[in-house]
């Protein structure tokens, strides 16, 4: 029984070892920050339940760091203004 423990224990290793590692490459502080300013400035916060920046900001970093941060200045945009109650 014990020798059935050690083989399964060393096939799980052999899996674990072997299993193929995405290549997920880190991004720089320098490009991440950069990136974040960028898509805050083109999609600023709203007040919850105004619109939908918070995606379109992930999407614009997201955007931002596949090209290596060589996006066009975005325009700075004024967050909409509240909906009155």
Not at 51 to 68: P, W
């Amino acid at each position: 029984m014990n020798n059935i423990n050690v083989v399964a224990v060393a096939a799980l290793v052999q899996i674990f070892v072997l299993w193929p590692i995405g290549s997920a490459n880190a991004i720089s502080v320098e490009l991440a920050k950069k990136c974040r300013e960028m898509a805050i400035k083109a999609h600023p916060p709203a007040r919850a339940g105004t619109t939908a920046y918070a995606q379109a900001e992930r999407d614009y970093f997201r955007e931002c760091v596949d090209k290596n941060g060589d996006m066009p200045e975005p325009p700075e945009r004024k967050p909409p203004p509240a909906k009155p109650q």
